[in-house]
């Protein structure tokens, strides 16, 4: 066995060698594994996400009708273009009493129609359907319309536009239940 000056052996200096090699590499697979396991800390959220966006004055929103309207995502990225044009349905109830309907169906999120003669929204995917104030009528949806939250600021209508409305805690299930006979 060679030694060398300092009486350590090759085989140990490639070994030592071997060792500190291994533990940058380690290191450097280590650090995608550690941001990841540490993102929900670490990470913020977009900009945007909680924003408030105008839909436009109330007066274009009659009262009694539904009608639809658009807003730019506020969490878009520049590259988005039209993608990035959320449509919502706006009904004015009465007397500044507002419903705000996420566009896609509670079911698998195809766009939902308002139909004003018959009084629905009506999914042109599956066949789901949903009274004026966005609860399920008939069809596959288990649930009512999503709803944005909103407030009337100055005569504009805002909607909480940054987070898209899901099931939550402050979803409610709007399924209509016929009484017992
Ligand atoms: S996506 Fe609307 S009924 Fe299925």
């Given at each position: 066995m060679s030694m060398s000056s300092g009486g350590v052996s090759r085989r140990e200096i490639f070994l030592?060698?071997?060792l500190a090699f291994n533990g940058a590499v380690g290191v450097l697979?280590?650090?995608p594994v550690v941001r990841?396991?540490?993102s929900p800390v670490t990470r913020g959220r977009k900009p945007g996400y909680d924003s408030w966006i105008s839909l436009g004055s109330i007066n274009q929103f009659p009262s009694g009708e539904t009608?639809?309207?658009t807003y730019r995502n506020p969490v878009a990225n520049v590259t988005d273009g039209?993608?990035?044009n959320i449509p919502c349905w706006v009904r004015n109830i009465s007397?500044?009493?507002f419903q705000v309907f996420a566009i896609n169906c509670a079911h698998l999120g195809c766009p939902v129609r308002w139909f004003p003669k018959s009084g629905l929204f009506m999914c042109p995917c599956h066949g789901g359907a949903y009274y004026a104030d966005g609860s399920?009528?008939?069809g596959p949806p288990e649930r009512g319309l999503f709803e944005y939250r909103f407030k009337i600021v100055d005569g504009n209508l805002h909607i909480q536009a940054g987070e898209m409305p899901t099931p939550g805690p402050s979803a409610?299930?709007?399924i209509k239940r016929l009484p017992c006979a």
């Open positions: 030592k060698i071997a697979l280590g650090v990841y396991l540490l009608r639809l309207a039209e993608t990035a007397n500044g009493k399920r009528a008939s409610l299930i709007q």
